[in-house]
């Protein structure tokens, strides 16, 4: 069983910066792929971005956070972390993390085992 937990969200301006930190619990940390996605008013969640499990070798985007979003991890802290640049108003919305047991990182939600709560991300223009 792996607990998530989301801080640093908050109200920022466009253009501005923010990192979103994920917390987990459990001594299997780095064995989990982690994932964050986001929810925004009126939209079905979606996928923002996914690192590998371990040494997070591997990262993937959705097209419209390329270049401007950065996903990392912090095995000794049990952290992941969402580093958002750059902000547009359309990236409003309540991010979460997840955690994917699976080999490979996916973009799909429904492969991903465990959420947090949600952390809410406002950009205002």
């Known amino acids: 069983q792996v607990q998530l937990v989301e801080s640093g969200g908050g109200l920022v301006q466009a253009g501005g910066s923010m990192r979103l930190s994920c917390a987990a619990s459990g001594r299997t940390f780095s064995s989990y792929a982690m994932g964050w996605f986001r929810q925004g008013p009126g939209k079905e969640r979606e996928f923002v971005a996914a690192?590998?499990?371990?040494?997070?070798?591997?990262?993937y985007y959705r097209d419209s956070v390329k270049g401007r979003f950065t996903i990392s991890r912090d095995n000794a802290k049990n952290t992941v972390y969402l580093q958002m640049n750059s902000l547009k108003p359309e990236d409003t919305a309540v991010y979460y993390c997840?955690?994917?047991?699976?080999?490979?990182?996916?973009?799909?939600?429904?492969?991903?085992?465990?959420w947090g709560q949600g952390a809410q991300v406002t950009v205002s223009s």
């Open positions: 997840a955690a994917d047991r699976a080999t490979y990182i996916y973009t799909s939600q429904n492969m991903y085992d465990y």
């Open positions: 690192i590998s499990r371990s040494g997070g070798g591997s990262t």
